[in-house]
């Protein structure tokens, strides 16, 4: 299959700090539309595609492009969680493939470290609609949700917690190297900040079991911004454009009698690789959201770099280090669990992607050429949403 | 006596569910035309769209899918319950749904994948409605 170049991302901006109790959400949105901007050579008043999660006070659909003073032709809210950018993504694609924009602007802000959200711990339904009706009795956190299918994933495959830690070990190891994710870590007042092994993770107290603490990611403040530009337009942007070869989308939930250790990645994934002409094989770079150990595990077999229940034994050989041959590196920035995790962090995906592949990483994957960034929104076992996004060098 | 969130009302596809647990009674919904079991409660069947879905009664009975022990809520409702056991139950009828395992003496090692569970239907405190648990069988 031939490779369709036809759009590409050429500007990003990562917020430098995890605890900004002194910003808005929509203030971190400005401050890295206007950042991701000038990293591309491209002007406020170009911006004519604005994709929006509706984070942020007085934002999405309505409030963003009133903030920002814009007029785009393209207003997209969608918002389907940590994976709302790989969706945002996805449709920019379209929209720039089809001439409906030409400069398309994803942004993301969130205040969840300095005003306390309790996301992980804090109970996930509310009550009053058909679901939560349901499920509101029991206390299910939003932990304890992504443990049911860590739980499940080790009765049927034999996984261990000692595979699963590998994935923070290896995560933490690149945080090292990450100066932003090291500042994140103090700024939030991490016990201990440094390299860490599997018996820490282990030795971590358990907050759902099976998940331990080091197995969570962090709570922060944070956002950022990417644009992405037609064909034309990269052609004259200040750096080389990392062309977006293909795109997946896909949703799942409980169902009677489904299996919970599979996830939406399963049926995105390979939507997202057959569009782009590539194999998980050529991958150099896997991008993975990691709320949780499990959710890497899950979506490493998902993606196809292993078979569905060995992601133990494909974790344990080491192969997620970005200096390791034998698989692509893992989250190479530290990931939600080491470096930024401040409600969705579909969007960080992307922004480590594409320093890996203009070769600006702080674990820096020689001659990196493709790779893939996949968003897990929502409860893996519960509904969920996976977006899978194929990325290439110039 | 535990006090658990309640469902709120209206809300017209549950309803159903919570009046029979009143009554305890442990209800689901199985499509007319083909046959599908559903659960959650909804209007249209999950397979082929048809809104003639009718009431069944469950036994009950069913077993464990997954589970995770919470040691840590900060939902007022569940936080000072210690640790407990929140599971996916897979009744004999053929649906999944959402429940707490109790009675356990050491839910951190007295509880597994795969064991047969029973309903109970747990007094509150406060509310309207008792709240279906499972028991180990």
């Known amino acids: 299959m031939s490779q369709k170049r036809e ?6 901006h990562e917020y430098p ?16 539309i206007k950042a991701a901007l000038d990293d591309a ?3 406020w008043s170009d911006i004519d595609g604005l994709y929006d999660a509706q984070d942020g006070e007085g934002g999405g659909g309505l409030g963003l492009a009133a903030y920002l003073g814009i007029k785009p032709t393209v207003i997209d809210t969608t ?8 969706f945002h993504t996805a449709h920019a694609m379209r929209d720039i493939a089809s001439g409906k924009c030409n400069v398309a602007v994803l942004s993301y802000g969130s205040k969840a470290a300095s005003l306390r959200t309790p996301i992980g711990t804090g109970g996930v339904s509310g009550g009053g609609n058909w679901q939560a009706n349901m499920e509101a009795s029991y206390g299910q956190t939003l932990i304890s949700n992504y443990a049911m299918v860590a739980h499940r994933h080790m009765h049927e495959y034999g996984t261990t917690s000692e595979q699963l830690a590998q994935i923070s070990v290896s995560t933490r190891h690149h945080a090292m190297r990450n100066p932003q994710a090291v500042q994140a870590m103090t700024d939030l007042q991490f016990e201990g900040i440094g390299e860490i092994t599997v018996e820490d993770v282990l030795d971590s107290r358990v907050i759902a079991d099976p998940l331990h603490l080091l197995e969570c990611c962090m709570v922060s ?8 530009v037609s064909k034309e337009i990269a052609e004259k942007t200040n750096k080389p454009p990392v062309w977006l070869l293909g795109s997946g989308e896909a949703t799942k939930y409980r169902e009677n009698g489904g299996d919970i250790t599979t996830s939406a990645g399963a049926q995105s994934a390979p939507i997202a690789f057959s569009e782009a002409g590539v194999s998980p094989s050529e991958i150099d770079i896997a991008m993975v959201y990691d709320s ?9 077999e998902d993606l196809g770099f292993c078979a569905k229940g060995e992601a133990g034994s494909y974790i344990g050989d080491g192969k997620l280090r970005y200096d390791q041959p034998g698989g692509p590196a893992l989250n190479t920035d530290g990931g939600g669990l080491s470096s930024n995790h401040p409600g969705m962090r579909g969007l960080f995906l992307l922004l480590e992607s594409v320093r890996q592949l203009r070769g600006e990483s702080t674990s820096q994957v020689e001659n990196a050429k493709l790779a893939v960034a996949h968003g897990n929104g929502g409860l893996l076992g519960g509904n969920h949403t996976g977006g899978t996004i194929i990325l290439a060098a110039d | 006596m535990p006090d658990r969130s309640m469902p ?25 035309v083909c046959n599908t079991v559903v659960f959650y409660p909804r209007y249209a069947c999950s397979s082929c769209g048809s809104g003639e879905l009718v009431w069944k009664d469950s036994k ?8 995770s022990v919470v040691r840590q809520n900060r939902n007022p409702a569940f936080a000072d319950l210690g640790a407990y056991v929140l599971a996916y139950v897979d009744l004999d009828e053929g649906f999944r749904m959402m429940t707490n395992v109790v009675g356990i003496k050491n839910p951190l090692t007295d509880i597994k994948i795969g064991q047969r569970v029973k309903v109970k239907f747990e007094k509150q405190e406060s509310g309207e409605f008792p709240v279906p648990v499972f028991e180990l069988i």
Request: charged share 15%.
């Open chain 1, 7 to 12: 759009s590409a991302i050429v500007g990003i």
């Open chain 1, 17 to 32: 700090k995890r605890y900004a109790p002194d910003v808005s959400a929509m203030d971190i949105k400005a401050i890295s």
């Open chain 1, 41 to 43: 050579g491209l002007s």
């Open chain 1, 79 to 86: 918002s389907v969680g940590g994976s709302s950018y790989e």
């Open chain 1, 221 to 228: 403040d944070g956002g950022g911004a990417l644009i992405i």
């Open chain 1, 292 to 300: 949780f150990s499990i959710t890497v595990a899950v979506c490493l």
């Open chain 2, 8 to 32: 709120q009302f209206p809300e017209p596809d549950t309803s159903p569910f919570w009046e029979s647990v009143k009554n305890e009674q442990l209800s689901y919904q199985q499509c007319n």
């Open chain 2, 60 to 67: 009950g009975e069913g077993e464990i899918y997954t589970y």
